[in-house]
């Protein structure tokens, strides 16, 4: 379906009850719909104030395209989506997606529910949250303040790599994985029920563990370095940073890795039935 790209409208719509809808090219002053009910839709490609394409979950949608003269962009129910608009969401339901946003806009959300997902994105705000299933992320800035997020519930956070300004991961009972480069300005993470490793050559670094295993690494191009350690956790902390701080609390496990070269552990609160292991490398 051709629509606007000769003659202008105001809106365009495609809808898809039955069989199969081939690809939709809208060029709308306000707004493209494609909506796709129990059948499957091909790509489409948006250029209007507001795109949207919804497909139910046993319809499939193809791809969806948005240039940046695009003010919203919206695909639920989603496979494939390539984001130049300002304001970019993806929605996932079980069959698994993916989602890019290239510089340009200003946010960028992508919400997996049972799917796996990955996202790669570079943008003021983003954000990937991940439902029973597994995800990754990947997240740049090439603006001045960038937050990047990921959090994810009854999940695995497979990996997430940052590269902007703000980075945070919170897992609830999966595993997490995150990586913080150099010219991260704070790197956060929150490990849950399932392990929690993390790698970070950014200014701060913190990792929260709660109740299960994390292993941090702090180099020394890091400012700062804290790992807390809570609720019978089991920990392993190695720090070059130029400030080491571990927190080590309530029946936790800590051991602590510190190298030559690195700088003095500042040590917390250390309470009753916590167990500290300090090894130093040679």
Do not use: W
């Not at 139910?56 to 003010?71: D, E, I, L, Q, W």
């Not at 608009?85 to 698994?96: F, I, K, L, M, Y």
């Amino acid at each position: 379906m051709l629509c606007g790209l000769t003659t202008q409208y105001n809106r365009c719509q495609q809808n898809c009850h039955s069989g199969i809808c081939d690809s939709l090219r809208c060029r709308a002053l306000d707004k493209c719909n494609q909506i796709c009910l129990l059948s499957d839709c091909g790509s489409m490609t948006c250029d209007a104030k507001k795109c949207i394409q919804g497909c139910s979950r046993s319809g499939n949608c193809s791809s969806m395209t948005c240039p940046k003269s695009v003010n919203s962009c919206d695909q639920v129910s989603a496979s494939e989506m390539t984001c130049e608009a300002n304001a970019c969401t993806q929605v996932c339901n079980e069959n698994g997606c993916q989602m890019t946003c290239p510089a340009g806009g200003r946010n960028c959300t992508q919400t997996a529910i049972k799917s796996r997902a990955t996202m790669k994105c570079d943008r003021e705000e983003y954000i990937q949250v991940c439902i029973s299933d597994q995800c990754s992320m990947s997240c740049m800035s090439s603006v001045t303040e960038g937050r990047c997020q990921q959090a994810c519930s009854s999940s695995t956070c497979k990996s997430m790599t940052c590269d902007s300004t703000n980075c945070t991961q919170n897992a609830d009972d999966g595993e997490s994985d995150m990586e913080c480069l150099a010219g991260v300005k704070r790197c956060k993470q929150v490990g849950g029920l399932g392990k929690a490793t993390m790698r970070c050559d950014g200014d701060v670094c913190e990792q929260a563990c709660r109740r299960g295993n994390c292993d941090m690494t702090c180099s020394s191009s890091v400012k700062e370095c804290h790992q807390i350690c809570v609720s019978g956790g089991k920990c392993l902390y190695r720090c070059d940073a130029a400030s080491c701080k571990l927190d080590c609390v309530s029946g936790s496990s800590c051991t602590n890795v510190k190298r030559n070269d690195g700088a003095p552990l500042k040590r917390g609160f250390f309470i009753s039935g916590v167990v500290l292991v300090v090894i130093v490398n040679m």
